[in-house]
């Protein structure tokens, strides 16, 4: 895995296991740090990949502030991997 996706990967499983966040958002980020695990697809696909499934996540309605901005945080992240 490289280096700079350690620190999103950290952050996606906090998110993983938040119960303070709807499920379906706990399992989008589960699947989000799954896709960038991936190592067979190259590192633009699955960064592309995963800040797909966030914007989505963030788009939810039942998603928390909290859980938003984290999510804001982490595309943010993902556009600066390389």
Known sequence: ???SLKP???ILEQLAEDTSVPRN???GAKEAKE???NEAE???V???SAIFMLDE???DPNIPIHGRTLIWDLISQLE???
């Open 1 to 3: 895995m490289q280096g």
């Open 8 to 10: 999103i990967i950290g």
């Open 25 to 27: 958002i706990r399992r």
């Open 35 to 37: 896709r960038l695990l």
């Open 42 to 44: 190259p590192l633009d």
């Open 46 to 48: 699955r960064t592309a």
């Open 57 to 59: 996540l963030a788009n």
């Open 80 to 82: 600066t991997v390389q």
